[in-house]
């Protein structure tokens, strides 16, 4: 929110008060106004706090149309809505999880984070900032200013594709209580196979407590596990003695703090969801139809770093042979062989496609899933999570679903979904509508060839199987190959975004074919630094172009994390949200997980994007 003038005499009144603290506030503010930087630097050298910078003017850019001078005096807005994405709210004692990979780093540096625990924290301060920037920032040639209308979420909602995970994140959007931790006591509805009554009683005081059990916690290592396997992970009681998060401060009681119910605000606007391969897929790589990983989800088994497995032997292989290897039986086998307890739950069962959709509730017409039509539904089996709709007359949605059923953390469209894309296109075209597109995956990160079939069963209520009867063939990718999507949405001129993440930083891309083409917005994740949200304002400036703003947003948590050392007890849920940004900005694979940088340039961040009209 800008500074609003003040009287001569409030204003020298004002001298006489104390200075507003350094670490200030985001709330309310957009980064017009000020920005959050890296003390010495993003991704440089040892643990850096966090610390406030200038706000960035908007940049404009005219690669695909010029930029008039009168259309500041023109302009109308037209659609005003914010973008949420990649979230990736995790229950980080689930023994579906696969951390102890991470500290291999390149294909599965995302497998885990410093911060993960703090996520539903985050997403809530995400939206709390959304909520406080209702107004826009840019006035229209009248001088009003359009209020914000809708919300569209981009995908990765949750981490595992877990049921609890999905309850909690659509908490956080509806707004409520949130219990972020897991773990329900043993009974004969929720056995623990194996465990000794000692054991049990263990488990079931670790509930009664709410104490986490994970790779955040070297007490729960196997006494086996040689010393060097503490330093590829960052315990908040406990130094790791040495490694990459030897300069990371000590947080007493942390993670029993963030595991605490919390009240979320809830977003003030409708909003639409879509799906990434995280809502789809276990860790966002491989389809749930695997017997081993639906079975090890809800049971008390969880694999902690040990002399089993050393994470060096993964070094230099791709994703897609990691999660082969992980799941063969015979590997799989001599990690269980090993594995340590947490109590079972079963909530942290894996979801299908259908009932993901159930998940979200009843508002907002089941927040865009309700919209699908009819037809689609019919021929999928309910498995169609594609659909579009009108924010106001004159203007087109479009949600696509570009996971690829078959497994691996790049996207596809199949050809069902890309048939009624066409047809949609081609009703917008008649009745002359602006369209704006919007999915998970970039359109250079659409390059999975597997075909949904590979996931190896077809019941459409199962967990991770292709529930569609319809051939997924031919596929279709982001920029290869025949009948790609960039050249699908190139071909209508009435095309003029295409809104993503997936990559986890901001990047904004022209797509031009001839005197047309559109704009693919990126923006970055709300789980890694710099935890962001954009605001997306489109403009008619009444001179044959439109502009398109993206205005960034930080979450409202403070700048200043706790001091290091403190009890973590007392800690106020903003605290939370300002220790789990400066952890995402001093994460060692802040860079591998982000593409590279998660600010991006400040040409991807507040922009104004021209565009011809093409009405």
Same mark, same amino acid.
């Given at each position: 929110?800008?500074?609003?003038?003040?009287?001569?005499?409030?204003?020298?009144?004002?001298?006489?008060?104390?200075?507003?603290?350094?670490?200030?506030?985001?709330?309310?503010?957009?980064?017009?106004?000020?920005?959050?930087?890296?003390?010495?630097?993003?991704?440089?050298?040892?643990?850096?706090?966090?610390?406030?910078?200038?706000?960035?003017?908007? /940049?404009?850019?005219?690669?695909?149309?010029?930029?008039?001078?009168?259309?500041?005096?023109?302009?109308?807005?037209?659609?005003?809505?914010?973008?949420?994405?990649? %979230?990736?709210?995790?229950?980080?004692?689930?023994?579906?999880?696969?951390? =102890?990979?991470?500290?291999?780093?390149?294909?599965?540096?995302?497998?885990?984070?410093?911060?993960? @625990?703090?996520?539903?924290?985050?997403?809530?301060?995400?939206?709390?900032?959304?909520?406080?920037?209702?107004?826009?920032?840019?006035?229209?040639?009248?001088?009003?200013?359009?209020?914000?209308?809708?919300?569209?979420?981009?995908?990765?909602?949750?981490?595992?594709?877990?049921?609890?995970?999905?309850?909690?994140?659509?908490?956080?959007?509806?707004?409520?209580?949130?219990? &972020? +931790?897991?773990?329900? &006591?043993?009974?004969?509805?929720?056995?623990?196979?194996?465990?000794?009554?000692?054991?049990?009683?263990?488990?079931?005081?670790?509930?009664?407590?709410?104490?986490?059990?994970?790779?955040?916690?070297?007490?729960?290592?196997?006494?086996?596990?040689?010393?060097?396997?503490?330093?590829?992970?960052?315990?908040?009681?406990?130094?790791?003695?040495?490694?990459?998060?030897?300069?990371?401060?000590?947080?007493?009681?942390?993670?029993?703090?963030?595991?605490?119910? +919390?009240?979320?605000?809830?977003?003030?606007?409708?909003?639409?969801?879509?799906?990434?391969? *995280?809502?789809?897929?276990?860790?966002?790589?491989?389809?749930?139809?695997?017997?081993?990983?639906?079975?090890?989800?809800?049971?008390?088994?969880?694999?902690?770093?040990?002399?089993?497995?050393?994470?060096?032997?993964?070094?230099?292989?791709?994703?897609?042979?990691?999660?082969?290897?992980?799941?063969?039986?015979?590997?799989?086998?001599?990690?269980?062989?090993?594995?340590?307890?947490? &109590?079972?739950?079963?909530?942290?069962? +894996?979801?299908?496609?259908?009932?993901?959709?159930? $998940?979200?509730?009843?508002?907002?017409?089941?927040?865009?899933?309700?919209?699908?039509?009819?037809?689609? $539904?019919?021929?999928?089996?309910?498995?169609?999570?594609?659909?579009?709709?009108?924010? #106001?007359?004159?203007?087109?949605?479009?949600?696509?679903?570009?996971?690829?059923?078959?497994?691996?953390?790049?996207?596809?469209?199949?050809?069902?979904?890309?048939?009624?894309?066409?047809?949609?296109?081609?009703?917008?075209?008649?009745?002359?509508?602006?369209?704006?597109?919007?999915?998970?995956?970039?359109?250079?990160?659409?390059?999975?060839?597997? %075909?949904?079939?590979?996931?190896?069963?077809?019941?459409?209520?199962?967990?991770?199987?292709?529930?569609? &009867?319809?051939?997924?063939?031919?596929? *279709?990718?982001?920029?290869?190959?025949?009948?790609?999507? #960039?050249?699908?949405?190139?071909?209508?001129?009435?095309?003029?975004?295409? /809104?993503?993440?997936?990559?986890?930083?901001?990047?904004?891309?022209?797509?031009?074919?001839?005197?047309?083409?559109?704009?693919?917005?990126?923006?970055?994740?709300?789980?890694? +630094?710099?935890?962001?949200?954009?605001?997306?304002?489109?403009?008619?400036?009444?001179?044959?172009?439109?502009?398109?703003?993206?205005?960034?947003?930080?979450?409202?948590?403070?700048?200043?994390?706790?001091?290091?050392? @403190?009890?973590?007890?007392?800690?106020?849920?903003?605290? =939370?949200?300002? $220790?789990?940004?400066?952890?995402?900005?001093?994460?060692?694979?802040?860079?591998?997980?982000?593409?590279?940088?998660?600010?991006?340039?400040?040409?991807?961040?507040?922009?104004?994007? =021209?565009?011809?009209?093409?009405?």
């Amino acid at each position: 929110m800008r500074s609003l003038s003040r009287f001569a005499l409030l204003a020298g009144a004002a001298l006489l008060l104390p200075a507003a603290p350094a670490a200030a506030d985001p709330q309310g503010r957009s980064t017009l106004d000020e920005t959050v930087q890296v003390e010495g630097g993003y991704g440089r050298g040892p643990y850096h706090p966090l610390q406030r910078g200038a706000g960035e003017p908007y /940049v404009t850019r005219t690669t695909l149309a010029p930029a008039s001078r009168r259309r500041t005096r023109t302009r109308r807005s037209l659609a005003f809505f914010g973008q949420l994405t990649d %979230p990736q709210i995790a229950d980080t004692m689930s023994p579906a999880r696969v951390e =102890l990979l991470d500290p291999a780093g390149g294909a599965v540096s995302a497998s885990w984070r410093p911060q993960e @625990t703090l996520g539903p924290h985050v997403f809530d301060a995400t939206i709390r900032n959304l909520n406080r920037n209702r107004t826009s920032g840019v006035r229209q040639g009248d001088g009003r200013r359009a209020r914000l209308g809708f919300a569209i979420t981009t995908g990765d909602l949750p981490d595992n594709s877990q049921r609890n995970e999905t309850q909690w994140m659509v908490r956080v959007l509806d707004g409520g209580r949130v219990d &972020p +931790f897991s773990g329900k &006591p043993i009974t004969a509805a929720n056995t623990c196979a194996g465990a000794t009554p000692e054991q049990i009683a263990k488990l079931n005081g670790d509930v009664a407590a709410r104490r986490y059990t994970g790779v955040q916690d070297y007490d729960d290592y196997p006494a086996s596990a040689p010393a060097e396997r503490r330093t590829g992970f960052w315990d908040p009681d406990t130094a790791p003695g040495g490694g990459v998060y030897a300069s990371f401060p000590r947080y007493p009681g942390l993670l029993e703090r963030a595991l605490r119910p +919390f009240d979320a605000e809830g977003l003030k606007v409708p909003w639409y969801s879509s799906r990434g391969n *995280h809502d789809g897929l276990v860790q966002g790589n491989a389809p749930a139809s695997s017997v081993l990983f639906r079975t090890i989800a809800t049971s008390c088994l969880k694999i902690f770093p040990s002399a089993k497995f050393d994470p060096a032997s993964l070094v230099g292989r791709s994703a897609d042979e990691v999660f082969a290897q992980i799941g063969s039986p015979l590997f799989a086998a001599s990690l269980l062989a090993g594995a340590g307890q947490t &109590p079972p739950d079963p909530d942290r069962a +894996f979801v299908s496609k259908p009932e993901y959709k159930r $998940l979200q509730g009843t508002a907002d017409r089941q927040h865009g899933f309700g919209l699908t039509e009819r037809a689609e $539904l019919r021929a999928s089996r309910g498995t169609a999570l594609y659909y579009s709709f009108a924010p #106001r007359r004159g203007l087109r949605m479009i949600a696509l679903d570009t996971v690829a059923e078959g497994g691996g953390a790049s996207g596809n469209v199949d050809d069902p979904q890309y048939r009624w894309l066409v047809k949609t296109l081609r009703a917008a075209a008649r009745r002359d509508e602006l369209v704006i597109v919007y999915s998970h995956h970039t359109l250079e990160t659409m390059t999975n060839r597997t %075909p949904d079939e590979a996931a190896g069963c077809s019941d459409p209520t199962e967990a991770g199987c292709d529930g569609d &009867p319809r051939r997924s063939t031919p596929l *279709h990718l982001g920029m290869g190959g025949k009948q790609s999507i #960039r050249d699908l949405l190139l071909s209508d001129p009435h095309v003029i975004a295409y /809104v993503n993440g997936h990559t986890h930083h901001n990047a904004v891309r022209a797509f031009k074919r001839g005197r047309h083409g559109f704009w693919q917005v990126n923006t970055a994740a709300h789980i890694d +630094f710099p935890q962001q949200s954009r605001e997306l304002e489109l403009m008619d400036n009444r001179d044959g172009t439109l502009s398109l703003f993206g205005t960034i947003l930080d979450t409202a948590a403070p700048i200043a994390a706790p001091a290091p050392g @403190t009890p973590a007890d007392g800690f106020s849920d903003v605290q =939370l949200g300002a $220790l789990a940004r400066t952890l995402a900005a001093n994460d060692p694979q802040t860079r591998e997980v982000t593409g590279g940088g998660g600010p991006g340039k400040r040409s991807d961040r507040n922009v104004e994007l =021209l565009v011809r009209d093409p009405r």
